[in-house]
């Protein structure tokens, strides 16, 4: 469902926002790094890496993903309404930006139709047929890092916020911490582009 394209919201900035993400971002890729670093290299004590991992890097993660998580619901429904004008469809209601993080089984396709349709907006127009690689390779490695194989598996990424355990699978890890290692150029090239330029924004008629 397409939201109304002809609901003309005044422009809603994004850079700001960007920042503080980026930042946040930063944060949780360097917080799963230093903890694949510890077990890959089994530094210290089993006794001292547990109390690095699970009390400090572990908590200091989740902590930063709770706030990363609701700024970036709120950059992501900002960015989906100054899409809209900029002459390329949106294939999902503004909505979904928040509900189809939420929403079981649409959760697993429509964040990422959004984020396709809010990076194309902000392209030539000779180039908005071309996949969007970077979007598509964020969402694989998002979705991967989900993924957790045997019964005592934890992945990283096993609800809407991704919880970090000590039986998180290594792989997991990786594949969380590149997930939000190429989201941050995405979100400061939408920031900084068309989408997110005053600029370029069309004046409500």
């Known amino acids: 469902m397409v939201s109304g394209q002809g609901q003309r919201a005044r422009f809603l900035p994004l850079l700001g926002l960007a920042n503080i993400l980026t930042i946040l971002l930063a944060v949780v890729v360097a917080a799963i790094a230093a903890r694949l670093a510890i077990q890959l290299l089994s530094l210290g004590s089993a006794q001292s890496r547990h109390s690095l991992i699970n009390v400090r890097l572990d908590k200091a993660a989740d902590f930063t993903i709770f706030g990363l998580s609701i700024l970036l619901v709120v950059w992501f429904r ?36 959004i984020m396709g349709d809010i990076w194309r907006a902000g392209l030539p127009v000779q180039q908005r ?9 964020w969402w694989t490695c998002w979705l991967l890092s989900g993924v957790a194989v045997g019964a005592q598996a ?4 096993s609800g809407t916020v ?10 997991s890890l990786w594949f969380l911490a590149i997930a939000g290692a190429m989201l941050i150029p995405i979100i400061r090239s939408v920031s900084t582009g068309p989408v997110g ?6 004046t409500p008629t």
């Open 78 to 113: 900002r960015a989906r309404i100054n899409a809209e004008r900029h002459d390329y469809r949106q294939r999902r209601a503004r909505g979904w930006a928040f509900w189809g993080w939420i929403v079981p089984i649409v959760n697993i396709w429509f964040p990422y139709q």
């Open 129 to 137: 047929r071309k996949t969007a690689w970077l979007p598509a390779l």
């Open 154 to 157: 934890m992945a990283a990424n």
């Open 162 to 171: 991704p919880h970090l355990a000590a039986d998180t699978q290594s792989a």
């Open 197 to 202: 330029s005053a600029l370029t924004y069309r």
